[in-house]
Structure formats: C-alpha cells, structure tokens
C-alpha cells in the first residue's frame, strides 16, 4: 500500500499566492525581510520550541470572508482524514507539546472532529486545547447546535473572530447576517459559562481591521469591544487579540484590485519593530497543514512554504529535535506579523 504521503495530491491553489506577492510589487532588496532581520542580528530567524501544534482540519467552510488567508468556502473540499490526524496524535502522546491548536476553515464541518478532540483530551487531560471558531457554525445546521455543550466537556478554549461590535463592520467583511449569527452563538457560548468570569470557559475574541490598515491598539480595542458588547448585548469574553491581516489570498487580492498593495507593504515596511519580530509565532509554532505537511506559521502554509526540513516535511515523520532547531521559512509577507505591535494567532507580540 502506498504511504499516506505517496497518496495525496495537491489541489490547486487560488491565483493570489507567493507568486503574486513577490512580483505585485518588488520589493527593494535592501527593504527585503531578510535583510530587515539581518540589520537586528536574526537572521537566519530559528524556531527556539515548539510550544503549539496547530492543525489545520480543512478549508471548508460556511462563511466565505473577504479577509481569509485560507480562501475557505462552502466549495473547498480539502478536509484532513482520520490517518493524517492519527499521526498527529502519536506526536501529541509522544511529546510534550503544550497547546493544540484546531484551525480551519471551519474545524468543526470535518467529521472527524469530535473524535479528534475527544482523542487529544485523553491522551492529554491537561493540555490546552484551542478551536478557533467562526461561531455562527453553531447556528449553521442542527448538527452544530450542541458545541457549546460538547466544548465545555472537553475543556476547550474558543477563540473567534468578530471584525467589530456593529452589524455593518462586520458584515461587510464576513457576509450578511453574520454579525447578527455571531451575537447570537456569543450568548449561547456565554449561557454555558464562556468568558463570564470565574467559569474556567475561555472565549477569546479576534480583531482584525476592515481595510488596508494596521489595528489599533490592542489593550484599547479590548476595553471598548468589552463595554459595547455588555452594553449592547450583555456578552462577556476573556480577551481580545488584535490581528494584522497579511496581504495573502483574499486580502492580497482586495489590495491589488483597490490599489491599495504597493501603500500597505509600505506601511508594513516603515512600522518593522525588531521587538515584534524577536516574538513572531512562528519560533515556538509547528502548522499542520489538511494533507499533513509541516510549516512554520498558517500563512506559509497557504503559500506552500513547507518546513526548512528535509527529512521532516510531513507529519508521519516528525522529528521533534530537528524541528525544534529549524531555520523559519521567511519571505516579504512576513512583514505583516513584525509591523507595530506585531501580530500572531494570540495577538500583539511587543
């Protein structure tokens, strides 16, 4: 029988990718990444742990936002198999990793879902495990209704996006109806117990801005998006993150067509903090892509740039010690996670 590996082939990939970015708008060399990190002594970037696994379990998904690095939709077809999530559960049992994190697309429309949380929770009681929900999955279909209740018995932290506190801010960037979707499952999740003080239930949410534009200041958005929410709406949440959208897929396609590239990478390139980039995600992250090939961050997974590791690019041969001391895939795009505050899955970095 062939090898899971030997088995998958790759499906092509929107127009928006590495290719685009690179020639949109060449870049000066002495402007590169590479050589913005060579000017603070971090060049070659090199991954110093590995402290979350985040695993990406398809790109289908019911939304289809005008932001996604993941170009996810209804019509994706890519979902990980129980095989490929088999050998991400020897990993988790085998080493001491201490956040998984479930990504998609919409993690919860691949079937195996719940077994693969149930999995993780066994083989680790303590381990923190994430599931970045879009949260009007749970409204989607009777089928998802019950999350709340199955999130709260595996212990599970959320953590979904909510472009902003109004209808249509939000709407005009994740689709019609969805602000209204999301008020509603943020006060479902809050009737379990997530994000109301003292519960243990952790519901993070995430900003990132409308346009091309850097966000604000985190610890400012989290006190405003917390005082209209109750106000409005009377949800609680934990924490806010503030993320920097990276001009890949849709966004790269949205700043292309408003012309708006060449200005947002100035922007990116003038705001570089060597602080933000000493704290990028991707040095203590390991990102499982649906097929099972590794990559340093989520965003090089979209853009196919595979782990600097010749002999553990998928995760049926990890090598924990290799990957640990790796060299980080970085190219321009990376001036995204560096620029003012910095900006990863868990928000600012400086």
Same mark, same amino acid.
């Given at each position: 029988?062939?090898?899971?590996?030997?088995?998958?082939?790759?499906?092509?990939?929107?127009?928006?990718?590495?290719?685009?970015?690179?020639?949109?708008?060449?870049?000066?060399?002495?402007?590169?990444?590479?050589?913005?990190?060579?000017?603070?002594?971090?060049?070659?970037?090199?991954?110093?742990?590995?402290?979350?696994?985040?695993?990406?379990?398809?790109?289908?998904?019911?939304?289809?936002?005008?932001?996604?690095?993941?170009?996810?939709?209804?019509?994706?077809?890519?979902?990980?198999?129980?095989?490929?999530?088999?050998?991400?559960?020897?990993?988790?049992?085998?080493?001491?990793?201490?956040?998984?994190?479930? /990504?998609?697309?919409?993690?919860?429309?691949?079937?195996?879902?719940?077994? $693969?949380?149930? =999995? &993780? +929770? %066994?083989?680790?009681? !303590?381990?923190?495990?994430?599931?970045?929900?879009?949260?009007?999955?749970?409204?989607?279909?009777?089928?998802?209704?019950?999350?709340?209740?199955?999130?709260?018995?595996?212990?599970?932290?959320?953590?979904?996006?909510?472009?902003?506190? /109004?209808?249509?801010?939000?709407?005009?960037?994740?689709?019609?109806?969805? $602000?209204?979707? =999301? &008020? +509603? %499952?943020?006060?479902? !999740?809050?009737?379990?117990?997530?994000?109301?003080?003292?519960?243990?239930?952790?519901?993070?949410?995430?900003?990132?801005?409308?346009?091309?534009?850097?966000?604000?200041?985190?610890?400012?958005?989290?006190?405003?998006?917390?005082?209209?929410?109750?106000?409005?709406?009377?949800?609680?949440?934990?924490?806010?993150?503030?993320?920097?959208? &990276?001009?890949?897929?849709?966004? !790269?396609?949205?700043?292309?067509?408003?012309?708006?590239?060449?200005?947002?990478?100035?922007?990116?390139?003038?705001?570089?903090?060597?602080?933000?980039?000493?704290?990028?995600?991707?040095?203590?992250?390991?990102?499982?892509?649906?097929?099972?090939?590794?990559?340093?961050?989520?965003?090089?997974?979209?853009?196919?740039?595979?782990?600097?590791?010749?002999?553990?690019?998928?995760?049926?041969?990890?090598?924990?010690?290799?990957?640990?001391?790796?060299?980080?895939?970085?190219?321009?795009?990376?001036?995204?996670?560096?620029?003012?505050?910095?900006?990863?899955?868990?928000?600012?970095?400086?």
């Amino acid at each position: 029988m062939k090898s899971l590996k030997a088995q998958l082939h790759p499906i092509s990939e929107p127009s928006f990718g590495l290719d685009l970015l690179e020639k949109s708008f060449p870049i000066d060399s002495n402007s590169s990444f590479k050589q913005k990190l060579t000017e603070i002594r971090l060049f070659p970037l090199q991954s110093t742990s590995i402290d979350i696994l985040q695993i990406n379990l398809g790109k289908m998904c019911n939304q289809v936002c005008k932001h996604c690095h993941v170009d996810a939709g209804p019509d994706r077809k890519e979902i990980m198999v129980r095989e490929t999530m088999e050998y991400c559960l020897d990993v988790i049992k085998t080493h001491s990793i201490k956040t998984i994190d479930l /990504t998609g697309g919409a993690p919860e429309m691949n079937p195996d879902f719940r077994w $693969f949380v149930e =999995s &993780i +929770r %066994a083989i680790n009681p !303590l381990a923190t495990i994430i599931v970045r929900c879009n949260l009007t999955i749970i409204l989607a279909n009777p089928k998802y209704n019950d999350l709340p209740d199955f999130f709260e018995e595996n212990r599970v932290e959320v953590v979904s996006s909510l472009p902003y506190f /109004t209808a249509m801010k939000t709407d005009s960037q994740r689709g019609d109806g969805v $602000f209204d979707k =999301s &008020i +509603r %499952a943020l006060q479902l !999740l809050n009737k379990q117990g997530y994000g109301v003080p003292g519960s243990g239930l952790i519901l993070n949410l995430v900003y990132n801005p409308s346009g091309a534009f850097l966000p604000g200041s985190q610890e400012g958005l989290e006190i405003e998006f917390k005082k209209k929410l109750k106000e409005k709406f009377q949800i609680q949440f934990n924490s806010l993150f503030a993320i920097t959208n &990276i001009p890949i897929s849709r966004f !790269l396609e949205y700043l292309i067509r408003s012309d708006n590239y060449e200005s947002y990478m100035e922007k990116l390139i003038e705001n570089f903090n060597p602080a933000a980039a000493q704290g990028v995600m991707c040095r203590t992250t390991i990102s499982v892509g649906w097929d099972g090939y590794l990559y340093d961050c989520d965003f090089n997974q979209m853009l196919e740039l595979k782990v600097d590791s010749k002999d553990s690019q998928h995760i049926s041969e990890f090598n924990y010690e290799n990957l640990s001391q790796r060299e980080i895939v970085v190219k321009n795009h990376c001036f995204g996670c560096t620029a003012g505050s910095g900006s990863s899955c868990g928000g600012t970095t400086a």
